[in-house]
């Protein structure tokens, strides 16, 4: 049970938009996340890693699902996750692990009950996305110590295999 409310909690806390899931959505959504091999997201969210701590616009294009940017446009948008992540909000990437077993699945994600999802998976036209959960050690800029930062990687299974969709 304190899985499910640590889950609640980071879910209000990270995705407003997506309202206050209840028990059965959380069991069901954990449960569909266990039916599904996670190595190929798993390995897809630790390649977002890279590809915001080197600003890689080739891997950036090899992991993320198909989007109608340009070259410098990417560029511009890996800078700004790389500030956020290496300068504004923390002080590095260290120690990034995956939770395994905190991961949320969303079959049927274009009628998923969450109104986040279910918008994502219209727009991209996939029917079935996963969330995973990591944390990672770093240092806060503001107090100059040490914390853990924590978030959630999302991908959509499209065209028959795995994209990701949020890098960190």
Known sequence: MYKLIAIISF???STPSMGSPDDEDLIQWLAAAKKID???PNALCKASVDVVRNQDVN????VFAAIPATD???KV??????DKYFKISYLGIDNYQIDENEALAFEDAKNSSSSLVSENAKQRGH?????????FDTISPKTNKAIQGFGTCKLAYLQNQWKVITLL
């Open 59 to 62: 891997l950036f294009r090899k």
């Open 72 to 74: 410098e446009q990417v």
């Open 77 to 82: 948008y890996l800078s700004e996750l790389h």
């Open 38 to 40: 996670q190595s190929v």
């Open 11 to 13: 879910l209000l806390i």
């Open 127 to 135: 029917d079935l996305e996963l969330w995973v959960t990591y944390r």
